[in-house]
C-alpha cells in the first residue's frame, strides 16, 4: 500500500517554477514532521526542507530564499514551492513524514534545464 504520494514534478528551464505535492495516507497517523530530501544522478540522497506539525520550517542552505515549504494538516499533506529553479537542482525528490516511524514517498523527478 503506498503511503506517500507526490505529485507536481517534471522538466522546467532555469529560473522557473514548479510546485510539489505530497499527499499521506489517512491510515498515517500522529504526524509530526514533514519534508522533502533529493537525490541527484551519482550522489547521496540530501536534506531539502522541513515542517514541523506547528509549522516551524527549516531550508538547507542551499535552496533557502528560493524554496518555500507548507503543509495542509488537515489534508495530511505538505508542498514544495521551488522557484527560481538552477540546473543543480535536477534531482528526484523525495517526500517523507514523521509519525510513528519514518514514511517515504515513492519520489518525482524534476529536471532543470540551463
Known amino acids: 500500500q503506498v503511503q506517500l504520494v507526490e505529485s507536481g514534478g517534471g522538466l522546467v528551464q532555469a529560473g522557473g517554477s514548479l510546485r510539489l505535492s505530497c499527499a499521506a495516507s489517512k491510515t498515517i497517523f500522529g504526524i509530526n514532521a514533514m519534508g522533502w530530501y533529493r537525490q541527484a544522478p551519482g550522489k547521496q540522497r540530501e536534506y531539502v526542507a522541513s515542517i514541523t506539525s506547528g509549522g516551524n520550517t527549516n531550508y538547507a542552505d542551499s535552496v533557502t530564499g528560493r524554496f518555500t515549504i507548507s503543509r495542509d494538516n488537515a489534508k495530511n499533506t505538505v508542498y514544495l514551492q521551488m522557484n527560481s529553479l538552477k540546473p543543480e537542482d535536477t534531482a528526484v525528490y523525495f517526500c517523507?513524514?514523521?509519525?510513528?516511524?519514518?514514511?517515504w514517498g515513492q519520489g518525482t523527478q524534476v529536471t532543470v534545464s540551463s
Open positions: 517523507y513524514c514523521v509519525a510513528n516511524h519514518p514514511y
